[in-house]
């Protein structure tokens, strides 16, 4: 499973009164994800997202598989979707549904997971690669049974229902947390 970030266009919302005249604030609040998954059996293997099984789409190469994921980053004052909550961290899950139990995954931090903010720009790669880095965890993954529902946040698959979403015919290789029903 590879993730990437993918380009989310920033919309600029009408004007607002702002100390010394007017602005047209940006809503950056919502980012996307891009998914490509290798080596599965299209009826055997799903992945989900916080729960939510979610479609892929094939590349024409035997077995491999992408999606986008569009979701609600933060929450500022002034957005698009002011009453979006944050739908972090994001929690990714490659399931076998023939033994019904997850083959691993990893969650997604949007920042640090421990809170950590950064005072300064990234001295070079390598601090910046350790700075992407520490935003995804994979402890916690272990294999687990999907039969009884259990409400969780966390990494460990353990014991859940999966969600299914609906294809959007209007975007059919992404998915859009912020639309979910689940």
Same mark, same amino acid.
């Given at each position: 499973?590879?993730?990437?970030?993918?380009i989310?266009?920033?919309?600029?919302?009408g004007?607002?009164?702002?100390?010394?005249?007017?602005?047209?604030?940006?809503?950056?609040?919502?980012?996307?994800?891009?998914?490509?998954v290798?080596?599965?059996?299209?009826?055997?293997h799903?992945l989900?997202c916080?729960?939510r099984?979610f479609?892929?789409?094939p590349t024409g190469?035997n077995?491999?598989?992408?999606?986008?994921?569009?979701?609600?980053?933060? *929450?500022?004052?002034?957005?698009?979707?002011?009453t979006?909550? !944050?739908q972090t &961290?994001?929690?990714?899950d490659?399931? #076998? $549904?023939?033994?019904?139990?997850?083959?691993?995954?990893?969650?997604?931090?949007?920042?640090?997971?421990?809170?950590r903010?950064?005072?300064?720009?990234?001295?070079?790669?390598?601090?910046?690669?350790?700075?992407?880095?520490?935003?995804?965890?994979q402890?916690?993954?272990?294999?687990?049974?999907?039969e009884?529902?259990?409400v969780?946040?966390? *990494?460990?698959?353990?014991?859940?229902?999966?969600?299914?979403? !609906?294809?959007? &015919?209007d975007?059919?290789?992404?998915? #859009? $947390?912020?639309?979910?029903?689940?």
């Open positions: 499973m590879e993730l990437r970030f993918a989310e266009p920033w919309h600029v919302l004007e607002e009164a702002a100390a010394g005249g007017l602005a047209r604030y940006v809503d950056s609040s919502a980012e996307r994800l891009q998914i490509k290798s080596g599965l059996t299209e009826e055997r799903v989900s916080t729960g099984r479609p892929l789409t190469v077995g491999e598989y992408v999606s986008g994921i569009r979701y609600q980053a933060w *929450a500022p004052w002034s957005a698009m979707h002011p979006l909550q !944050p &961290p994001l929690v990714f490659l399931v #076998d $549904l023939w033994n019904k139990r997850s083959l691993g995954g990893c969650t997604y931090h949007i920042v640090h997971p421990g809170g903010s950064y005072d300064s720009f990234p001295v070079n790669a390598f601090e910046a690669e350790s700075r992407r880095v520490s935003r995804f965890q402890e916690g993954h272990r294999q687990g049974s999907f009884k529902p259990v969780t946040q966390t *990494a460990t698959p353990g014991s859940r229902r999966l969600v299914e979403e !609906p294809l959007d &015919p975007f059919p290789c992404a998915f #859009d $947390l912020r639309r979910s029903k689940g």
